[in-house]
């Protein structure tokens, strides 16, 4: 599998990703991985019909993709992973997934959440998976589109700390 962009956005499949992200990346595959999508049928029914032509959208929870990972039939697919959250992909990373570079497209505000950016909310879980992957060494990058100037998260964590 070739990890061409590993995004955190909690919409997953939509306008920014279907039009621009699919494009500058030239993946064949979106791989959306979440627990909570995957265990709903009308879910993972909407998120493949919003897929672009010719792009090939799979839904599954964050241990199915450790399972196929590794799978022959995966070799040489350049691939998008989507995630709502930094936890999944810390957990992908732990299981030994290699991912180099995250970006955050949006994490939406909810109840316990605090923004950091217009459209980033982040709670303790959030910032302490975004530190580990940062101990790791993968680059986290804020970002709504590919013209978008390149913000390090971690960065702005620590301005709003």
Same mark, same amino acid.
Not at 47 to 56: E, F, H, R
Not at 128 to 138: H, N, T
């Given at each position: 599998? $070739? ?11 939509? %306008?920014?990703?279907?039009? !621009?992200?699919? @494009? /500058? ?10 627990? =909570?999508?995957?265990?709903? $049928? ?20 964050? =241990? #199915? ?12 697919? #350049? ?7 930094? !936890? $999944? ?14 970006? /955050? %497209? %949006? ?5 316990? #959440?605090?923004? /950091? ?5 982040? *709670?303790?879980? *959030?910032? =302490?998976?975004? @530190? ?6 993968? +680059?986290? +990058? /804020?970002? @709504? ?9 971690? $960065?702005?964590? #620590?301005? !709003? =700390?």
């Amino acid at each position: 599998m $070739d990890i061409k962009l590993a995004r955190i956005d909690d919409r997953l499949v939509h %306008g920014q990703v279907v039009t !621009t992200w699919t @494009k /500058i990346t030239g993946i064949s595959r979106i791989l959306v991985v979440s627990d =909570e999508a995957a265990g709903s $049928d009308l879910r993972k029914f909407l998120l493949k019909q919003a897929s672009p032509p010719g792009v090939k959208t799979n839904v599954m929870t964050v =241990e #199915k993709l450790i399972e196929i990972s590794n799978h022959s039939l995966l070799d040489n697919v #350049k691939v998008m992973l989507l995630f709502t959250n930094p !936890t $999944d992909v810390s957990q992908l990373v732990k299981a030994g997934l290699p991912i180099d570079k995250v970006n /955050i %497209g %949006g994490m939406k505000f909810s109840h316990g #959440k605090k923004m /950091i950016t217009n459209f980033v909310s982040v *709670d303790e879980t *959030d910032i =302490e998976a975004f @530190k580990f992957l940062s101990q790791q060494g993968i +680059e986290l +990058e /804020i970002r @709504k589109v590919p013209s978008d100037r390149k913000i390090n998260l971690i $960065d702005v964590l #620590k301005k !709003t =700390e």
